[in-house]
């Protein structure tokens, strides 16, 4: 999981022109007004081989001197002030390291002096950064903010790009170890996440699993807001279980603490081996779990749906069946129809197997432990060069790869590159030869051949001549 750096200051430092500046897009709206920042922004950038993400946050005004019950832009008890300061607080909680910075331009001011106290009570790393010093003077005048007692300030200039790069330099070196941040290269532990829409029982199946009450369970959609990580064993298995908080599309995502539960949920998928992707089945499949099941794909993990209340689901259609509810046309008499149902929903992922259970109840849970270890273990497994290539040619053999301008696609042989996912490289005469419907029959040539059920597969396709491949042999 990659460390997360705050951007924190007063309005108008120029937070967003450094992040800008730091993840090469124009992401953050820049204007030379106050406040323009108002909810959190998140972007990847790397620097000297380590990645990281930044956060901008709105300006932090701590004394903004508005009366009690200030009504704020959008007519809400409540001034707009407090939602920027509490996204910025979340950000500097969650974060590794803090840059505070600060306009050299203008000096120290009271705002500045708020902020730095506030910062000193953490006792996370945090480094001053004097922002707009574009000329010598001011160089030389940012030598006044050693006075907010937070150690030496770096003078840079956001626009220009002077002293962004020995910025990053202190950055990275406050950033925490590598293997500590974290522990990706212990091949010994499965990391399972568990995610889905709010109240489908992801807290409920986590405490099924552990036999404890890690998180707290409420019928409130939402209530998790932090992932939480629960380390345990399963048959002599190593497991780190993370019970996320809901995740739902970015364009119905709410502010404040909804958006910083995403984060953490998306950051926990993107570190776990084997994803369990919980549906309602009182509610079917929404957009939602679409949406989500595509971010499991597209992050190439192992997956099981997992389908919950299904104790309930049946109890309500016996209902249906009685005559308490008027939807005939839309009864389920069995799981079967219930999985075809899936299935068709969830037809970019056909390798995920799906599991109908109860957290509530505990009806299927040790079966769906059983099938995340099994996944898991097959995301470790290496396929030997010689049978793989023996497959791709019987592959070839029976469909005959696709034709481009005439030129029909060859393939010289296949290698596994990595595990976890499996992937693998073909040596082609032409990547743009490889046709999307062609490359799908592969993979279902090597699912079929290698039993990857459960898990997604990564293939990469590279141009090598012919004479290249002579010389290789």
């Keep these: 999981m990659k460390p997360l750096v705050a951007i924190v200051g007063r309005p108008n430092v120029g937070k967003s022109t450094f992040f800008n500046r730091m993840i090469g897009e124009r992401l953050a709206i820049v204007e030379d007004m106050p406040g323009t920042t108002r909810d959190r922004l998140y972007g990847d950038t790397d620097w000297n081989g380590r990645e990281f993400t930044l956060i901008d946050t709105g300006g932090l005004e701590l004394s903004s001197g508005l009366p009690v019950g200030h009504v704020g832009l959008n007519g809400q008890p409540g001034d707009l002030m407090d939602h920027?300061?509490?996204?910025?607080?979340?950000?500097?909680?969650?974060?590794?390291?803090?840059?505070?910075?600060?306009?050299?331009?203008?000096?120290?001011?009271?705002?500045?002096?708020?902020?730095?106290?506030?910062?000193?009570?953490?006792?996370?790393?945090?480094?001053?950064?004097?922002?707009?010093?574009?000329?010598?003077?001011?160089?030389?005048?940012?030598?006044?903010?050693?006075?907010?007692?937070?150690?030496?300030?770096?003078?840079?200039?956001?626009?220009?790009?002077?002293?962004?790069?020995?910025?990053?330099?202190?950055?990275?070196?406050?950033?925490?170890?590598?293997?500590?941040?974290?522990?990706?290269?212990?091949?010994?532990?499965?990391?399972?996440?568990?995610?889905?829409?709010?109240?489908?029982?992801?807290?409920?199946?986590?405490?099924?699993?552990?036999?404890?009450?890690?998180?707290?369970?409420?019928?409130?959609?939402?209530?998790?807001?932090?992932?939480?990580?629960?380390?345990?064993?399963?048959?002599?298995?190593?497991?780190?279980?993370?019970?996320?908080?809901?995740?739902?599309?970015?364009?119905?995502?709410?502010?404040?603490?909804?958006?910083?539960?995403?984060?953490?949920?998306?950051?926990?998928?993107?570190?776990?081996?084997?994803?369990?992707?919980?549906?309602?089945?009182?509610?079917?499949?929404?957009?939602?779990?679409?949406?989500?099941?595509?971010?499991?794909?597209?992050?190439?993990?192992?997956?099981?749906?997992?389908?919950?209340?299904?104790d309930l689901a049946q109890e309500q259609r016996k209902a249906e069946r009685e005559g308490v509810y008027a939807h005939p046309d839309d009864e389920i008499n069995s799981a079967d129809e219930y999985r075809d149902i899936l299935a068709e929903g969830l037809k970019f992922i056909p390798y995920a197997p799906i599991l109908f259970a109860s957290a509530k109840t505990g009806y299927h849970v040790k079966s769906i432990l059983e099938a995340a270890v099994k996944i898991a273990e097959m995301r470790y497994l290496r396929v030997p060069t010689a049978r793989l290539n023996e497959i791709v040619q019987e592959a070839t053999r029976r469909h005959s790869p696709t034709v481009l301008k005439h030129k029909p696609l060859k393939i010289f042989y296949a290698t596994q590159a990595r595990v976890n996912p499996p992937t693998f490289v073909f040596f082609v005469n032409d990547t743009e030869a490889v046709h999307f419907s062609y490359e799908r029959y592969l993979e279902n040539r090597l699912r079929e051949a290698f039993s990857f059920r459960g898990t997604a597969i990564r293939l990469q396709f590279r141009p090598r001549s012919k004479k290249e491949l002579d010389e290789r042999r």
């Design 84 to 310: 920027v300061m509490s996204q910025a607080q979340l950000a500097i909680d969650e974060a590794d390291v803090i840059v505070f910075m600060v306009d050299a331009r203008s000096g120290i001011t009271a705002a500045d002096e708020d902020v730095a106290q506030k910062l000193r009570h953490t006792e996370k790393p945090v480094i001053i950064a004097a922002n707009k010093a574009d000329n010598k003077d001011r160089r030389m005048d940012a030598v006044e903010f050693y006075t907010l007692g937070l150690g030496e300030p770096i003078v840079i200039s956001s626009i220009q790009g002077v002293g962004t790069g020995d910025l990053l330099d202190r950055i990275v070196e406050e950033l925490p170890p590598a293997d500590e941040s974290d522990d990706e290269s212990d091949e010994d532990i499965i990391r399972i996440s568990i995610v889905g829409r709010p109240n489908v029982g992801k807290s409920s199946l986590l405490n099924a699993i552990t036999g404890s009450n890690r998180s707290i369970v409420s019928n409130v959609p939402g209530t998790t807001r932090d992932a939480i990580d629960t380390n345990f064993e399963f048959e002599g298995k190593k497991i780190r279980l993370v019970d996320t908080a809901g995740i739902r599309r970015r364009g119905r995502i709410g502010v404040g603490v909804e958006k910083y539960s995403v984060l953490r949920s998306e950051r926990a998928l993107e570190r776990s081996d084997v994803a369990i992707l919980m549906l309602d089945a009182t509610e079917g499949l929404a957009a939602q779990d679409t949406h989500i099941a595509g971010a499991i794909h597209e992050n190439s993990k192992g997956v099981i749906v997992v389908v919950n209340k299904w």
